[in-house]
C-alpha cells in the first residue's frame, strides 16, 4: 500500500528525541486490545511503529463503543462479534501503511518467551492480574521491558489510572511487588484454566459494586504508556527511565499525581537467568515434534537427554460416554478442548500422573506436534542430559515469522481428535 502522506508524515518528530528509524525498526507486542489498548495501538500507528503483534482473545460488543476507538458506534453493527486483535491490527494499518500489525486472536499465555525475546518491549494494558502475571513472567524470562498501564474500576475511582515501566534486566519487575503468596495463588489460577476475558472480569467488578472501565482516563493512560515505552527505547539523554516506578494520575475532584517505586527483590524468579544455555532451533511449533526438539537438544549435549516439559500434560484420558482411550497429549489447560477419537464426545477425564517428561521411545508419536499438543508458540524447552548434569535449552526459533506472516493468526488449538490412540 503506498502511503499518500510521504516522507512529510513525520516531520513533526524532527529534532525530538524520537529517531524515527529506531521507530520504524522496533518490534512490541501489545497485550490487550480493549479501551486501554486501542489507545496504546492508536499511538504507536501515528508514530509508525514497525511491528506490532496485538494480543486479545476477546471479541466487540455494543457496550465497547463508549470507551474504545477503534469500535466507532457506526460500525458496530458489522464489528459486532468480531475478535478484537484482529480489527484493532488491522485499524492500525489503515491509519498507517507503515506499520506492520498483525492480530493474535488467544490468549498471552499462547505466546512464549521465544516470541518475546524478538521483541523490543512488550505494552500490558490487561484487566486482570494473572493475564499481567503471564507476560511479566515472559519478560522476565527473555530480558525484555514491560510498559503496564491500569485503570481504575471503582466508583471513587473512575478517574483515575496508573502506569509502570517493569525491566528485568535492569530493576523490578511486576512480580517484585507481589508476596510469594500472591505469586503462588496467581500459579494456581493459571494452571486450573485459560483466563477470564473481559467481559467476565467486567461482570466481576459490577457485582460488587465497582465500575468495570473507565471511558475517558484511557486515552491519557494509553499516552503515557507509549511515550514511557518509547523513552525506554530512545534512551536518550535527559529523557530517562526508572524501571519499577509507578506514576498514579488522578482527576476524581482535583488533578494530581503520586507515585513509589517498586524495588527488585532478590528472590524474584521471573528475571532472565544470566548465561542460560539457549540453542534455537528452526522450525514452527505447527511441524516441529518433542522427538525434533530432543534430538536437537542431544545433538548440541552430544549426549542421550531427556525434554523438561514446560507445563503440566495430560498423558492419557478416558471417554465417560464410550469408554474409549485417549492416548494422544495434551497441555493440562487446554484438556477442555479434546473430543474423544471414537465418538466425538468431551467428556474425557485424565487418566495416570501426568508426563513430567519427554524421553526416546515415550508417547506421543511423531504425528503429534507441539502446537497439536498445545504447547506456547515461542516456547523454550530444556534438554538435560541423562549422562552428566549438562542442559541445554531448545528455543523453538521460526514461531514469529510464521504470526507475522499473516494479518490476522488464531491458535494454537490442539488437533485432538485426530484418528489414533483409541483401543
Not at 489507545?39 to 504507536?44: P, R, S, T
Request: hydrophobic share 40%.
Amino acid at each position: 500500500m503506498t502511503d499518500p502522506v510521504g516522507p512529510d508524515r513525520y516531520a513533526r518528530l524532527e529534532g525530538t528525541f524520537i529517531e524515527r528509524r529506531r521507530v520504524a525498526d522496533a518490534f512490541a507486542i501489545l497485550g490487550g486490545a480493549g479501551a486501554l489498548g486501542n489507545e496504546v495501538a492508536k499511538n504507536l500507528a501515528l508514530l509508525g511503529f514497525g511491528r506490532v503483534l496485538v494480543v486479545d482473545n476477546d471479541v466487540i460488543e455494543a457496550h465497547n463503543a463508549t470507551r474504545s476507538v477503534f469500535f466507532c458506534m457506526g460500525e458496530l453493527e458489522r464489528l459486532s462479534g468480531m475478535p478484537k486483535a484482529t480489527h484493532v491490527a488491522a485499524t492500525m494499518r489503515s491509519l498507517n501503511p507503515d506499520v506492520r500489525a498483525v492480530g493474535y486472536v488467544g490468549g498471552i499465555s499462547d505466546l512464549g518467551p521465544g516470541i518475546y525475546a524478538e521483541a523490543d518491549l512488550a505494552f500490558s494494558t490487561f484487566d486482570n492480574m494473572p493475564a499481567r502475571f503471564v507476560m511479566n513472567d515472559r519478560c522476565g524470562q527473555a530480558g525484555r521491558a514491560m510498559v503496564d498501564g491500569g485503570l481504575g474500576n471503582r466508583n471513587q475511582q473512575l478517574a483515575s489510572g496508573n502506569v509502570t515501566l517493569f525491566d528485568p534486566s535492569r530493576g523490578a519487575c511486576f512480580a517484585c511487588g507481589l508476596s510469594s503468596r500472591q505469586r503462588r495463588a496467581l500459579q494456581a489460577e493459571l494452571v486450573g484454566g485459560v483466563v477470564e476475558g473481559c467481559g467476565a472480569r467486567a461482570q466481576a467488578v459490577r457485582d460488587r459494586g465497582g465500575v468495570p472501565s473507565t471511558p475517558m482516563t484511557a486515552s491519557m493512560v494509553g499516552a503515557a504508556q507509549v511515550l514511557l515505552g518509547v523513552k525506554w527505547l530512545m534512551e536518550a539523554p535527559g529523557y530517562s527511565t526508572q524501571p519499577g516506578l509507578t506514576t498514579q494520575l488522578s482527576w476524581e475532584t482535583t488533578p494530581r499525581m503520586a507515585s513509589f517505586a517498586t524495588r527488585r527483590r532478590p528472590d524474584c524468579p521471573h528475571h532472565p537467568a544470566p548465561g542460560l544455555p539457549i540453542h534455537r532451533l528452526d522450525g514452527r511449533s505447527d511441524r516441529l515434534t518433542l522427538h525434533d526438539v530432543l534430538e536437537a537438544g542431544q545433538r548440541v549435549l552430544g549426549a542421550r537427554g531427556v525434554v523438561q516439559l514446560p507445563v503440566e500434560v495430560v498423558g492419557s484420558s478416558r471417554c465417560s460416554s464410550c469408554g474409549a482411550t485417549c492416548d494422544r497429549w495434551v497441555v493440562w489447560q487446554r484438556r477442555e478442548q479434546r473430543a474423544c477419537p471414537a465418538c466425538g464426545g468431551t467428556a474425557l477425564a485424565p487418566e495416570g500422573e501426568p508426563p513430567g517428561a519427554f524421553a526416546a521411545g515415550t508417547e506421543p508419536t511423531t504425528d503429534q506436534t507441539l502446537a497439536d499438543i498445545g504447547f506456547a508458540f515461542g516456547e523454550r524447552y530444556q534438554v538435560d542430559s541423562l549422562e552428566d548434569e549438562a542442559f541445554v535449552v531448545v528455543e523453538v526459533a521460526g514461531d514469529l515469522d510464521a504470526l507475522l506472516g499473516a494479518e490476522s493468526f488464531s491458535g494454537p488449538r490442539p488437533n485432538l481428535s485426530a484418528a489414533g490412540g483409541a483401543q
